[in-house]
């Protein structure tokens, strides 16, 4: 239950003055539905303007405040596209028209009548002869109003909502800020020159301050580092299983090549952790190709050596078919079975499958999010591992580690290498094992820049490739054109390169999406895979988790709408067999600076490491990991910088407040303990006794 202290701040905003059914729906758009949403809808930028007494000293493209007298009205001549002018003057005669296009020119007229004067703010500039100011920000009668406004917040906005309303709903949210109890200690804020977290809030909505905005930010990151530490306690709390297994299986495995030093290292850092009692929590981190899933399948050997079971979960149907898939030619010489348990099975072998878990006599199983159903049951899960980790929420991971009799151990696992200075945002609860050398006998993929003028070429190529009996990607940004979209500037769409392909290649040719039904996109994905299909024409949906060996040839249409993480994922499809490998990236005529230098990038290297560290400058951490789910870090208010220069010291107290106060019961811990509902990290809250 949310304390009482929160409840202003949890208040509907249709509590404010001003705001109706009509306003509801922008600020919902927005995600302000609350007084707290609100006060930390912060501004993007300001505009500062200069008072001026009259324009001889105006410069073109400046905001300014200056009175100015109407001396004439000019209307457009009906179905004239000009704007409706009003000729002001300042008070040494000096003659500027005010300009409204549209709609807005209707109140032109009662803003400013012919012979009063008014405070005008707007940007100055020049049109012909003529100083004119556009859509003025503000007209105001006295010079009290405008002159208030000299430094002014620029909120995001949507349709419906103008500047001054946001501005006016964030001032009432602002006034009923209730005082809090700080959990910041005194010697810390001094230190910082930082405000108290109401003062913070409030400064920061009136100019650029960046000790307000540095406070703000910190509480976020320390709001999530709290949370992080609260799951880590708790999972060792809980009382686990020491697991040794006695190598019987592990022995039988018969796997192509020999494990690379970091797969030795990773194996042995995770059989240490289940050698303990107290559950084991750790992210395998490895680059595309790096062995992950030989990895994961030595933890989970170590679990049935045991007597115990494990379970492999999966963000997709797909990704979940091919895990499944691969461990069971895995495990074949080895007498394993392994199970596939996703949405889809029904009747009699979702049954089979149940009671299977539920008497032990299915030791390993593979899924997506069914796994840890209601209705799933097992006799003794002592492993879970999480595929792409990223996909899924802490939430969700403690569902499936309840399923255990006692806290089952975890092993998390990410295709998505992250720069170093974001692991502690994102995993800091974790221990990280990283896997960065690459199997032997994988060979450099040749990739190469390919400007779109020359597609015919590109398809010529592909026929050849596939003429010697070779298989291929082609990845299109989206599944279809969108409506109304002007020819030149249409986004690659699957459905219809498809449909141009096939017409080529027949047959040969699949296509699988994310809207497509999953009995078709399965069906699409086994011809491919066993080779009944030589051309696989796909959207991102294939991002990670397809291995077909014989693929050697990947294009990527329109690469530069791609993130470099993303493109480093997708080349990482082909190059998984003996054969030379080859990724083309297909670009548009334009290009930005930034997706120049993406693509360079991707000739350059193949380290996934160095890339993320790219794109995390390139774009920031806010994408980086893509869509992020309840309790995975999405940072509202700490940028990309902050994160880098404040995350350390935020996750460093946050360790210590629970090194001195585990239970968050201290004034220090009660106040910590609202910071967490505020920043909605109470899933934290919850894991403490009695919380």
């Known amino acids: ?47 500062t303007r200069r008072a001026l007494a009259d324009l001889s000293a105006a410069r073109e493209g400046e905001q300014v405040i200056v009175p100015l007298s109407a001396i004439e009205h000019r209307a457009p001549r009906p179905g004239s596209r000009a704007p409706y002018r009003v000729l002001m003057q300042d008070a040494a005669g000096t003659v500027c028209a005010l ?33 004119q100011i556009v859509h003025p920000d503000h007209i105001a009668a006295e010079s009290t109003a405008g002159m208030a406004r000299l430094c002014e917040p620029v909120y995001r906005l949507s349709e419906g909502l103008t500047q001054p309303r946001m501005a006016d709903f964030v001032g009432q949210a602002l006034g009923r800020l209730p005082e809090l109890p700080e959990w910041i200690e005194p010697g810390q804020l001094a230190r910082a020159d930082w405000p108290s977290w109401r003062e ?15 406070r703000l930010a910190y509480d976020e990151l320390l709001a999530n580092a709290l949370a992080l530490l609260l799951v880590r306690a708790e999972g060792r709390r809980r009382r686990g299983q020491a697991l040794v297994g006695d190598g019987r299986l592990r022995g039988r495995l018969q796997l192509p090549f020999g494990l690379t030093g970091a797969q030795a290292r990773a194996i042995g850092e995770i059989a240490d952790d289940m050698a303990q009692e107290a559950p084991m929590l750790r992210l395998l981190q ?40 691969t461990l069971r030619r895995l495990l074949a010489p080895v007498g394993v079975e392994v199970a596939l348990l996703t949405g889809r099975a029904k009747g009699r072998e979702r049954e089979g499958l149940l009671m299977g878990l539920i008497d032990g006599s299915i030791p390993l199983v593979v899924g997506t999010h069914a796994i840890f159903q209601d209705a799933v049951s097992y006799r ?16 969700q991971r403690l ?56 597609l015919d070429e590109v398809v010529a190529a592909l026929a050849r490739h596939l003429e010697s009996g070779q298989q291929a990607y082609w990845v299109c940004p989206m ?5 109304g979209a002007q020819a030149a500037e249409d986004i690659a769409a699957a459905e219809a390169r498809f449909a141009m392909l096939k017409a080529r290649f027949g047959a040969a040719a699949v296509l699988v999406h994310g809207q497509l039904r999953p009995e078709v996109k399965d069906a699409a994905m086994e011809r491919f895979a066993s080779g009944a299909a030589r051309l696989l024409v796909a959207t991102t949906v294939i991002e990670v988790g397809v291995d077909v060996p014989a693929a050697t040839l990947m294009v990527i249409e329109q690469a530069e709408r791609f993130g470099l993480a993303q493109l480093h994922q997708l080349r990482g499809r082909v190059g998984r067999g003996a054969e030379k490998s080859v990724c083309l990236l297909l670009r ?104």
């Open 200 to 214: 913070a809030l409030q400064r920061a909505h009136r100019g650029e301050d960046k000790a307000a905005r540095d």
């Open 286 to 325: 490895g680059d595309v190709g790096a062995g992950k899933t030989v990895v994961a399948l030595h933890a989970m050997l170590i679990a049935v050596e045991a007597g115990r079971q494990a379970a492999l979960l999966a963000p997709t149907e797909i990704l979940a078919r091919q895990h499944h898939e």
């Open 479 to 483: 599944v279809r054109e969108a409506e």
């Open 99 to 131: 300009a409204w296009f549209g709609k807005a020119a209707h109140a032109a007229r009662k803003l400013v009548p012919v012979g009063e004067r008014r405070w005008v703010a707007g940007r100055l500039d020049r049109y012909g002869d003529m100083l």
């Open 380 to 395: 003794d899960l002592a492993l879970v591992v999480i595929d792409e980790q990223h996909r899924f929420g802490v939430a």
């Open 399 to 454: 569902a499936l580690a309840a399923k255990g009799r006692r806290a089952p151990h975890t092993l998390a696992m990410t295709a998505t290498p992250i720069p170093r200075s974001l692991t502690l945002a994102h995993y800091g609860e974790m221990d990280v094992s990283r896997l960065d050398e690459l199997p032997p006998g994988r060979q450099p993929i040749d990739t190469r820049v390919v400007p779109i003028g020359r």
């Open 588 to 691: 548009g005529e334009e290009l930005s600076e930034t997706a120049k230098r993406r693509l360079a990038l991707m000739r350059e290297t193949q380290d996934g490491f160095r890339i993320a560290e790219e794109d995390l400058q390139l774009r920031g951490g806010g994408e980086l990991l893509g869509t992020r789910q309840s309790g995975e870090a999405g940072f509202r208010l700490a940028d990309l910088e902050q994160t880098q220069r404040l995350l350390p010291i935020a996750h460093g107290d946050a360790r210590l407040l629970m090194e001195r106060d585990g239970g968050l019961t201290s004034p220090r811990g009660e106040a910590a303990r609202l910071l967490l509902y505020l920043f909605e990290r109470d899933w934290g809250v919850q894991l403490l006794r009695g919380g």
């Open 1 to 47: 239950m949310r304390p009482e202290a929160l409840n202003p701040l949890f208040a509907e905003v249709a509590t404010l003055e001003g705001v109706g059914p009509k306003l509801m729906r922008p600020l919902e758009r927005l995600g302000l539905t609350r007084i707290k949403d609100l006060a930390y809808h912060l501004p993007e930028r300001f505009v």
